[in-house]
């Protein structure tokens, strides 16, 4: 969900830069962050990245770069009159002379003589009769951060597919290990209850021996982390929007992975279990990226 994306137009003479950026989210949630959108499109605006870009914590940034011809701003004159009228009646409260052109030189150094609120209005102007312009604009960025968020799906693809396949291969050794482990278990407890009577209950030694042993049983475990994996690699090669989805699956995989450790009872076998829990929680942090 992580992207970027730049695109410029002019509106009138002068010219508009969106920037749009997203990162991992959850839900869709967007914010304009400029006051260069009319508040009447703010819905538009939103409903179509919505739409575009799916998911994510979403930004729109733009700015306004105004050329030459268009930078005089409007003077105000009734504040210019004031404030020379004011230099004219200080001077003379304080014995002194100036002429008229000395305090207009003066009053046109001193703050807020242009109207702020006529160039805000002009600007506004030219937004609202150039918001097709605008809008393709911001249609574009949004493209340019899909192309992005395409360009980096491409190799976190690549990286997830990776990981899966090396939980499979540690499984495939697990699956060795386990033909072995049931063998060692059986012989460590006839070798204990030898240990406790000279004489013991062969029936209901193998009573025990099959009670004990199918709860260390993880053949159901192995063939559903098969198949979960298998899944996975369906889901990230053939749909488009599945991050959801593929979040689901690695908590299936995760719950039988940790089962496996925990009926496992062999060395072996739980240094696979961390190594394929290591490699599905690097799993996890890359399915936050994908929509």
Same mark, same amino acid.
């Given at each position: 969900?992580?992207?970027?994306?730049?695109?410029?137009?002019?509106?009138?003479? #002068?010219? @508009?830069?969106?920037? %749009?950026?997203?990162?991992?989210?959850?839900?869709?949630? =967007? +914010?304009?962050? &400029?006051? $260069?959108?009319?508040?009447?499109?703010?819905?538009?605006?939103?409903?179509?990245?919505?739409?575009?870009?799916?998911?994510?914590?979403?930004?729109?940034?733009?700015?306004?770069?105004?050329?030459?011809?268009?930078?005089?701003?409007?003077?105000?004159?009734?504040?210019?009159? #004031?404030? @020379?009228?004011?230099? %004219?009646?200080?001077?003379?409260?304080?014995?002194?002379? =100036? +002429?008229?052109? &000395?305090? $207009?030189?003066?009053?046109?150094?001193?703050?807020?003589?242009?109207?702020?609120?006529?160039?805000?209005?002009?600007?506004?102007?030219?937004?609202?009769?150039?918001?097709?312009?605008?809008?393709?604009?911001?249609?574009?960025?949004?493209?340019?951060?899909?192309?992005?968020?395409?360009?980096?799906?491409?190799?976190?693809?690549?990286?997830?597919?990776?990981?899966?396949?090396?939980?499979?291969?540690?499984?495939?050794?697990?699956?060795?290990?386990?033909?072995?482990?049931?063998?060692?278990?059986?012989?460590?407890?006839?070798?204990?209850?030898?240990?406790?009577?000279?004489?013991?209950?062969?029936?209901?030694?193998?009573?025990?021996?099959?009670?004990?042993?199918?709860?260390?049983?993880?053949?159901?475990?192995?063939?559903?982390?098969?198949?979960?994996?298998?899944?996975?690699?369906?889901?990230?090669?053939?749909?488009?929007?599945?991050?959801?989805?593929?979040?689901?699956?690695?908590?299936?995989?995760?719950?039988?992975?940790?089962?496996?450790?925990?009926?496992?009872?062999?060395?072996?076998?739980?240094?696979?279990?961390?190594?394929?829990?290591?490699?599905?929680?690097?799993?996890?942090?890359?399915?936050?990226?994908?929509?």
């Amino acid at each position: 969900m992580t992207g970027f994306g730049k695109a410029e137009c002019k509106c009138g003479n #002068n010219k @508009i830069t969106i920037e %749009i950026k997203s990162v991992n989210g959850k839900n869709s949630d =967007i +914010s304009l962050k &400029t006051q $260069l959108i009319p508040r009447d499109k703010e819905i538009e605006v939103k409903k179509y990245l919505k739409e575009t870009l799916q998911r994510g914590n979403i930004d729109l940034y733009a700015s306004i770069e105004f050329v030459e011809e268009s930078t005089a701003k409007a003077l105000n004159k009734t504040t210019i009159s #004031n404030y @020379i009228e004011q230099i %004219i009646s200080i001077s003379q409260d304080n014995s002194l002379q =100036i +002429s008229h052109d &000395t305090a $207009l030189s003066a009053a046109l150094r001193l703050p807020d003589i242009t109207d702020s609120a006529s160039s805000r209005d002009k600007t506004a102007k030219e937004l609202d009769e150039n918001w097709e312009t605008i809008m393709k604009c911001i249609k574009d960025a949004a493209q340019m951060l899909i192309s992005y968020r395409m360009e980096e799906g491409s190799i976190l693809q690549k990286d997830i597919a990776k990981r899966v396949k090396l939980i499979a291969t540690y499984l495939d050794y697990v699956e060795t290990l386990d033909k072995e482990r049931l063998n060692q278990q059986r012989e460590k407890l006839k070798s204990k209850i030898l240990e406790l009577t000279d004489n013991p209950d062969m029936n209901r030694f193998e009573q025990e021996i099959i009670y004990y042993l199918e709860k260390l049983d993880i053949t159901e475990e192995k063939v559903r982390l098969k198949q979960h994996c298998k899944y996975f690699e369906i889901n990230l090669e053939n749909n488009e929007l599945a991050g959801k989805k593929l979040g689901f699956i690695s908590q299936e995989i995760g719950r039988e992975i940790n089962t496996i450790g925990s009926k496992a009872n062999h060395a072996e076998i739980q240094k696979m279990v961390v190594q394929m829990k290591e490699e599905l929680e690097k799993i996890k942090e890359q399915v936050l990226n994908i929509l």
